[in-house]
């Protein structure tokens, strides 16, 4: 069956190249699509019979036939079956140089659907196999492998899950733009497939190898703006596993970029309740103000290092020792000590986890 709409577009398609109002009449004789409007709904009693017999009819009057008028009417098949009959008004002898090649445009309209829906299929098969992939679900083994194999890739070999989340303020405005985006880059990773999954963010199941040749590929989707973390390394018959681990990268990043395997204190967070991380940072670094907190960032990145660090804030080492003492008093932990020190690092990676997961 063709819709309306596609009918449609086929007889505008058509006139556009010879010039001559062009009908698209149904097997049962309704003149379902047309250049003139008027005539769209209306019986074409030889329309009809040209579907019934397959041949192409033509008229030279414009009374003989209910509904007709001057023209060539031809059957037009596909796939073996007559879908209608495309009829183009003029007189007999001008218009029939344009019957067939009325219908080599259809042929064309209609193989090109067909393109468009095998590969949207296709694509809905892929991002079906890729979710089910990551979430563990049960598939039948040679239908997984026969899929994979498309892709370039393996059950048995390794790979990563990697999580895109994009970032979208105005989202009725520019996710579609987005998206695309996104699209475009993952299609064109090899070893690969993916999933969009709704209603932010995009799922990339790929190869150790590919992985590792488009690293850099991934990492620049963070300008989408997007959130992008890499899992562990697993064969893809466990790909579940990376995705577990892509998603507690996700949610432990202090960057637009992480992978699982660079984390270190932050795998601890994955694990706390909402209410334990409240009363850390409560004990922690309630009482301190923002430019304490950048201070101890700086002091910490620095290695504890009371030069290095003074010299970073451009402020005298006295300022500085001033400054730490007085975070010792307030919060009741010495950043020169390594035991409080280690407790007000990990609290500073908690707040900054906390910040990422919100955003």
């Known amino acids: 069956m063709i819709s309306k709409n596609t009918a449609q ?14 009908n698209y009449i149904s097997t049962d004789g309704i003149i379902t699509a047309s250049t003139d409007q008027k005539r769209i709904g209306d019986y074409h009693e030889i329309g009809r019979k040209a579907a019934q017999s397959g041949q192409t009819l033509e008229v030279y009057d414009n009374v003989t036939f209910e509904g007709a008028q001057k023209g060539v009417n031809i059957p037009f098949n596909y796939h073996g079956q007559t879908l209608a009959v495309i009829g183009i008004t003029g007189e007999p002898d001008e218009v029939r140089r344009y019957a067939r090649l009325a219908l080599r445009i259809m042929r064309m309209l209609l193989r090109e659907r067909e393109l ?12 079906y196999v890729a979710r089910a992939m990551v979430n563990n679900e049960s598939l039948n083994f ?7 194999h498309q892709k370039g890739l393996d059950l048995h070999e390794k790979g990563r899950a990697v999580i895109i989340r994009l970032q979208i303020e105005d989202r009725t ?4 733009y987005y998206e695309n985006r996104s ?18 963010r995009f799922i ?4 150790e190898k590919s992985f590792a040749e488009n690293r850099e590929r991934i990492r620049q989707m963070c300008e989408l703006p997007a959130s992008v973390a890499a899992g562990s390394l697993h064969s893809l018959n466990h790909i579940h596993r990376s995705y577990t681990d892509a998603q507690l990268a996700l949610n432990s990043a202090a960057g637009a970029y992480t992978e699982f395997d660079s984390l270190g204190i932050e795998l601890l967070f994955s694990g ?5 991380r409240e009363r850390f940072l409560a004990r922690t670094l309630s009482k301190l103000d923002q430019a304490d907190l950048d201070l101890l960032s700086v002091y910490f990145k620095n290695n504890l290092s009371l030069k290095q660090t003074a010299e970073e804030l451009f402020i005298h080492k006295n300022t500085l020792q001033y400054r730490l003492e007085r975070i010792r008093k307030v919060s009741g932990l010495d950043p020169r000590n390594v035991n409080d020190a280690a407790v007000l690092i990990a609290a500073l990676k908690l ?9």
Not at 204 to 207: A, D, N, P, T, V
């Open 351 to 359: 707040k900054n986890t906390m910040v990422q997961e919100i955003q």
């Open 116 to 127: 468009d829906a095998s590969r949207e299929l296709k694509r809905a098969e892929f991002s």
């Open 173 to 176: 405005r520019n996710i579609t």
């Open 183 to 200: 699209e475009s880059v993952l299609s064109g990773i090899p070893q690969s497939l993916y999933a969009y999954d709704y209603p932010d």
């Open 9 to 22: 577009q086929i007889v505008e398609t058509v006139k556009d190249v010879c010039g001559y109002d062009i």
């Open 142 to 148: 040679e239908y997984v492998q026969d899929f994979l």
């Open 272 to 276: 706390l309740s909402g209410y334990v």
């Open 204 to 207: 990339l199941i790929c190869s």
